[in-house]
Structures are given as C-alpha cells and as structure tokens.
C-alpha cells in the first residue's frame, strides 16, 4: 500500500540524449498565416486552447470582483448596477466562451482524429471555421463588455432582457449566437468523424470512453444549439421591433422564451460536463493501470445523460408557474439522471479498485474531479425535489450546486487533461511537483470558496445581490478568501506550463504508459498524426497489449 | 458546407504527404479525383462523410426551425380565432402558386443531381438556372405578398393596425368582429408569419447564392467527371428548403380549412 504511494509510472527517455522530433506539427510550417490558415486538427485545438484561456481569466477577473464587492455586507465596492453587469459578463464569459468549448475544443480537436486512427476530422475547413465563430462571437462580447457591458444575468430572461434594460443585450447575444455555430460546426465534425473515419479494426466498443463522451456531447451540441440560436434571434427581434412574441400586453408568454433557453441550456451543462467525463475515463485507467471497469456502461451512460439531458429543462423553471403536472414529471426525469451519473462514479470507483494506482497530477485533477463533482451531483438532487427546490432555489445554494458541477467538476477535468496530454501536445514535460502543488491548491481554494455557499443559501442569502445581511459575512469572507487561493492555484499551471514549453524535459512518446494509439506516436506528432494508418487490434485498456508491444521495444526520441 | 468537402486548397503543404496510395481502387478502374482530400483513405469515405455531414446540418436547421414551429403551436392553441382571422388574409392562390413554383424548382434541382450523375454538363447547368429561376420567381411573389401586408399595416410592430379585424364590415369583410382583447393576437399571428416565412426566405436566399457558384463551377465542368458531392448534397438542403415551406402553407395559410374549425 505505502510503497505505492510515490511510485510513478513516468517513463521518460534518457533526458542527456532525448531530441525532440525533427518533423511535427508545430514547426512543419512556420509564420502567423501558417497558423491562422491552418486546417491541422491539432493547430486548430491549440488556437482555441489560447483564445479560451484568453476568456477565461477575463470570465475570471469578474469572479473576483463578486467575491471582493461581497467581502462586507454594505455596497461599498461598485454600485448595483455595476454588480449587475460583473455576474452577467461573469457568467456568459464562462459558460458560452470558457466552459462550452474547453475541453471539446481543444482536447477533443487535438485528440480524436488521433484516437480514431485517422489523419484528421472530416472537415478540416469547417473546423477553421468554428474557431473563427468562436473569434468573433468572442469580440462581439468584448465589445458589449467595453461598451458598458450588459446585465440579464446569463440567462437573458424575458421581460427583462426585452423590456425594462438599457444595456448591449442585442450586442451580446449577437456574440453567443455566433459563438453557438462554433458549436455547432464542431459537434457536427466529431459525429461525422467518429461515424466515418475511425481506423480498420476500431469498432464502436473499442472506442476510447474519451471519444463515447465527445459524441454524446456532439449530440447535445447539434441537436440543442440551434434552439438557443432561435430563442435568441427572437430576443433581438422583440428588442428592435415589439413584435411581441414575449410581451405579456400583446398576448405573447415571457415563459416561452424560458423553455426554449433551457431547452438548450439545460444539455448545454452536459455538453460541459461530458468531456470532462471522458477525460476522467483516460486518466483514472492509465493512473490506476487497469480497463476502464464496466466499459460498455460507461459507454452508454455517455450516451443516457445525453438523452435525459433532453427532457429535464423544466426544473430550471418550478418557481415560475408552470403547471404542477409537469413539474412533477420533470422532477421526476430530473432524478433520473442521477442514474447514469452515478454509473459512472461507480465505475471509475471499481477501476481504482485493485488498481496499481500511482498519484500523478493528472490524477489528483481526476480525485478532485470525482469527490466535487458528486457533491455537485447530489446537491442536484437536493434542488430537483420539488419541495426542496422552493426552498433553495435563486439562493447561493443553486450557486454552490453548480459551481460544483463545472468548476469542481468540469475545470478540474480540464486541467486533469490539460496537464495528461500535455507531453503529447508539447513534446515536453511540465513540472510535477510544483503542477502537484497547483492541483491541491485548487482543491482547497475551491472548497473553502463555494463550500460556504451551500451553507449561506440554505440560511436564505440570495444570489445576485451585492449586499447582504451582516451575519452572512463570516461565511461570504471565508468564501472570497478561497477564491484567492483559487485564483493562485489557477495562475500556477499558466505559468509553469508556459515555462515548461521551453525548460520541461522532453517526454517521449509514451510518458505514461498508457494505451491509446494517440500515446503510440511520436510527441507532438507529425502533421498527417501517422505514418500509415493504424489498425486496431486490440480493445481499448488493454495494457497486456502495451506490455508486450514494449518488452522489445527501444524507445528512442529524435 | 460544401467548400469544405470540395476544396482541394489546404494551407498545408501537400507535398508534405505521404504520396496517395489508391489500394481500394486498384481493381476498379477509375482514376483518383483531384478533389480527394488528403485525409481520407478513399473517396466513398469522402463522399459518405460530406452527406453525412448535411444531413447533420439539416438536422440542426429542423432544431432552429422547430423552436418557431413550437411557439406556432402555443399561440394557435390559445388564440385560435385570432389566428383563423389574420390566416384569412392571407392569400391562398398565391400561396398555392407559389407551392407549386418550388415545388417545380426542386423537381429541376433533383433532375440536375441526375444530370451530374450521368455526366451531362449542359443539362446540368440549365437545370441548376432552372432552379435559380423559380427560385427567384418565388421570392418575387412572396415580395408582392410581404408589400401588400405593409399596405395593410399587418406587419408586427408600431404601426401594426387591428382596426381590419374588430370592424372587419368597414373594410368589406364578411369575418365576425374580434374583440379588441383578441384581435391584439393577431400580430402575433402575423409575427409568426414573418418570422417563419422570413426565415425561409432567407434560407433561399442564401441558397441561390450558393447555386450562382455552382453554377458557375459546373459550367467550369467540375461536377461532370465523376465527382458530384457539392451538388448531391446542395440538393438536399434544398429539398430542405422546400419541404419547410410544405409545412408552412398550410399551417399559416390554411388554418381556415381546419376540420376542427
């Protein structure tokens, strides 16, 4: 037991002698256009992992201007308005620019065409394409956050967003419904490139779980998108015109704009948090040195939350009139999806279970991953009882919830990703112990900031407001404190693995000994991914297979 | 869409690559396309993967179009006498001519994918202006339809005007006066029309764009040796096209014929 504790499994070839490859996708081509012109998959996911980045310190800085303004219960900071407009470009920031394309957008780019065999997605041109939607749907919203920013709140709920604000709502939705066909278009490229491109011999149930959860999100993606596209158009057009179609005085239902943002926006957590499922999926497996426990479950359980996804948007909406029939149905659908959750949680239990479990930083992401994202889970369960809902619902209890779910889950599974295919994407090592630091200080920062929260919304504080009764504050100071230590432990991995781009020891092709054909090429791999195309022979997981593929083998690098 | 698939234009070098190997194709007989992409093992690969890909995209196009059709099947429930009314002004020759205008016009797209099949350039290219033709042609009637609503203050918005319908005797009308309160809910009767018909039309729009350039390229006879991807799959988004308006005539048109009535 304790032996395994600081045992790692990191093969890294000789460091005096190891060269990076001649030839790889980074300096096959040289220059800005090379880059902005690019149809490479793996180019392609680097320009989006820059850009949000870009956003997601932006979306970040907003955050700690919340916590600051709520570190006193007076409104001392920035006036009401001003808070306003901080929580709504906070969270539009985040979800349409941050947590939507994160790990789709990069890993999946990157790591899919690779994982499937192939050269590259099926439409590389259309892959360019999303990422310039993504561009500009992004300085759409720059521009309505320079112009005085905007504050309906994420959801951009009607009357309000049509009616009663003076700000750049049309600006701003603009910007997310362009931003949506980036969606769009990359959900479109993984589901024709899983269905058409994968390698002789890459059955569906030999898929890596990475590339069953993009999908299931890509399903999301495709199918819901276009919802919010319309519920927005509709937005702006009752802004311009008074057509109506949401104004209570000429017969139209504010409700109705409701169903069809959630209809959306309800899968749209599941487009976030899938692949951030998936990731976990790779590295629990390769930390823990066994196939995935339960594979074809877990599989499908991809492929269920996407499917329930679709029929629980109601919940979002008990408190707002809809009749009790359907909330009773939509809760009832709502646990429902605790089902498949919780299959996976289950599952990547079973797999530690026995496992020669090593505690690299990928892996402690992962830990993070699975013990927030239940919390998150089950508080969901707390807030789809109707009863309870009443209660909690609009306090800083549905906050914690889902910062839970997407900050403790999926950012965790994002930097879990980012810091596992990192040797693959680089060619180059990051720095393990300072990343391990990193990593712990995101779990702590991350708990004492939205663990309070759960408590002060169960007390009845609710969400955007920027002041609050005084016996709130010992909470709320703890809360910001965490966001501090929360920001450190994000402002860590920028810049080791910036330092590491350089100064990180070269990796190899295989630094973790893991199975997947993307772990089979060279770091970072050629532009055409391989050689000659692939054929598997094997199921995913298997390491009997990697032993025996690498007892003769000579790693050499360069 | 279809640029993607088509263009043989990558940034990266393509001499960069692994020389194209057609082992599949060794026992056929045919050459390799010049459109092959690199990054596809064969061209039925290709060819699967860019049909695939529209019928993808159609299926988004339906989610976009279905958020309009649900808050068409809301409103039309509560305010159905409202509905049947404003759907009364609306002109059912023209709606029928103009059926039968696009229906003609994908009938001469659906013969044009045939004519690219057979390889038969001149065919090919009348048929796709044939297409463009009609196309335009129903834009025009619709135009004509959109300008007599404007003469009619039925378009949504400030200068909308009830008056037609809670007096409809002073403009001629055999209908039955709605009450004030009901006869609000005929702009958003007529939003829905604008909004659905308008989101067709652009559709169309967009649509005859991308015809001109295919146009121009069968005419350049790209699509007449063998590779008629663009133009299969243009053909399917405007049999989409096509099929949307099926649904709208009647539902914004018809409304008055409803057995339920």
């Known amino acids: 037991m304790s032996t395994a504790i600081g045992n790692t499994i990191v093969s890294l070839p000789d460091q005096s002698t190891a060269r990076l490859p001649k030839r790889n996708y980074i300096n096959n081509e040289h220059g800005l256009l090379s880059w902005l012109l690019t149809g490479d998959h793996k180019r392609i996911a680097i320009l989006y992992l820059i850009s949000i980045t870009f956003f997601f310190f932006i979306g970040g800085a907003f955050a700690g201007l919340i916590r600051l303004e709520l570190l006193t219960p ?36 990157f790591l899919i065409p690779i994982m499937l065999g192939a050269k590259d997605l099926a439409f590389p041109k259309i892959n360019l394409l999303s990422w310039y939607l993504y561009v500009i749907g992004g300085l759409f919203t720059l521009t309505a956050l320079v112009l005085g920013g905007v504050d309906t709140g994420w959801t951009f709920t009607t009357p309000l967003s049509t009616h009663y604000l003076n700000t750049h709502v049309i600006t701003t939705a ?9 969606s769009i278009f990359t959900g479109l490229n993984f589901i024709v490139t899983i269905h058409r491109m994968r390698c002789p011999g890459m059955t569906w149930f030999r898929m890596p779980l990475f590339v069953w959860s993009h999908y299931a999100a890509s399903l999301l993606m495709v199918l819901g998108t276009p919802v919010l596209a319309i519920a927005l158009v509709l937005v702006a057009l009752e802004r311009t015109f008074g057509i109506g179609v949401f104004d209570p005085t000429k017969g139209g239902d504010p409700l109705l704009f409701q169903h069809l943002f959630w209809f959306y926006s309800h899968p749209a957590v599941y487009i976030m948090i899938l692949p951030g499922m998936g990731v976990i999926s790779e590295v629990i497996s390769t930390f823990s040195r066994k196939r995935v426990f339960g594979y074809t479950a877990v599989a499908f359980s991809s492929v269920a939350i996407a499917l329930f996804g679709f029929f629980v948007w109601e919940h979002h909406m008990f408190i707002m009139g809809v009749s009790n029939y359907s909330a009773l149905v939509f809760s009832l659908l709502t646990m429902l999806v605790a089902v498949p959750s919780a299959i996976k949680i289950f599952n990547w239990a079973f797999t530690l279970q026995k496992g020669s479990i090593t505690f690299e930083t990928p892996m402690l992401y992962a830990f993070g991953f699975m013990g927030l ?133 070269i990796a ?26 692939p054929i598997m022979d094997h199921e995913a997981y298997d390491y009997e297979w990697l032993a025996n593929k690498t007892k003769h083998e000579v790693t050499t690098v360069g | 869409m279809d640029n993607a698939i088509t263009s043989t234009g990558m940034t990266t070098d393509p001499t960069l690559y692994p020389p194209y190997t057609p082992a599949v194709h060794e026992e056929h007989e045919h050459a390799v396309l010049p459109q092959h992409r690199h990054h596809f093992e064969t061209e039925e690969q290709q060819r699967e993967a860019g049909s695939f890909g529209m019928w993808l995209f159609l299926l988004t196009e339906i989610m976009f179009f ?46 044009g994918v045939w004519a690219a099949e057979v390889r038969q350039k001149g065919l090919l290219v009348v048929m796709l202006l044939l297409t463009t033709f009609f196309g335009f042609i129903f834009l025009g009637v619709k135009a004509d339809e959109y300008h007599e609503k404007y003469e009619k203050h039925h378009i949504p918005g400030a200068s909308f005007s009830t008056a ?96 339920l009535k």
Not at chain 1, 521 to 530: H, K, V, Y
Not at chain 2, 80 to 101: C, D, H, K, W
Not at chain 2, 193 to 200: I, Q, R
Not at chain 2, 243 to 254: A, K
Request: charged share 10%; proline share 6%.
């Open chain 1, 74 to 109: 007076q409104p001392d900071l920035v006036s009401s308005d001003t808070y306003n407009k901080f929580f709504s470009m906070h969270g539009i920031i985040m979800i349409f620019l941050f947590l939507v394309p994160s790990v789709p957008a990069t890993l999946g780019n």
């Open chain 1, 373 to 505: 994202f239940t919390i998150g889970g089950l508080t969901g369960v707390f807030l789809g009882s109707l009863g309870m809902d009443i209660h909690l619902t609009e306090t800083y209890f549905i906050v914690a919830h889902f910062h839970f779910v997407m900050v403790g889950g999926m950012l965790m599974a994002f930097l879990a990703g980012i810091h596992f295919w990192w040797p693959k994407m680089t060619g180059r090592m990051y720095p393990e112990s300072l990343s391990k630091l990193a990593a712990v200080t995101t779990f702590i920062g991350f708990n004492l900031t939205f663990m309070p929260q759960f408590i002060l919304g169960y007390l009845g504080m609710p969400r955007r407001y920027h002041s609050y009764p005084p016996e709130f504050q010992v909470l709320n100071v703890l809360s910001t404190a965490g966001a501090t230590v929360l920001g450190v432990g994000y402002m860590l991995p920028l810049l080791y693995l910036g330092w590491s781009l350089k100064y990180g020891a």
């Open chain 1, 174 to 182: 603009m910007g997310i419904f362009v931003a949506g066909f980036a």
């Open chain 2, 164 to 259: 037609m319908f809670v007096n409809p005797a002073a403009y001629g009308l055999k209908e039955d006066p709605l009450s004030p309160d009901m006869a609000q809910k005929t702009q958003i009767f007529f939003f829905l029309y604008f909004a659905m018909t308008g989101m067709h039309a652009l559709h169309m729009i967009i649509g005859i764009g991308i015809l001109a350039w295919l146009t121009l390229r069968a005419h350049r006879g790209d699509f007449t040796s063998g590779y008629v991807a663009p133009i299969e799959n243009f053909g399917l988004y405007w049999h989409f096209v096509d099929i949307v308006w099926i649904f709208l005539f009647p539902l914004l048109y018809l409304i008055n014929r409803h057995p």
């Open chain 2, 66 to 111: 279905g958020g309009m059709f649900f808050a068409y099947l809301l409103y039309r429930n509560w305010y159905y006498e409202a509905f049947v009314v404003a759907s009364n002004q609306l002109s059912v020759p023209l709606g029928a001519v103009n059926t039968a205008i696009l229906i003609t016009s994908g009938f001469c797209m659906a013969l």
């Open chain 1, 508 to 533: 190899g092709n295989n630094p973790w000994q893991a199975t997947g054909l993307e772990w089979q090429i060279q770091s970072p791999p050629l532009t055409e991914n391989f050689v000659e195309t």
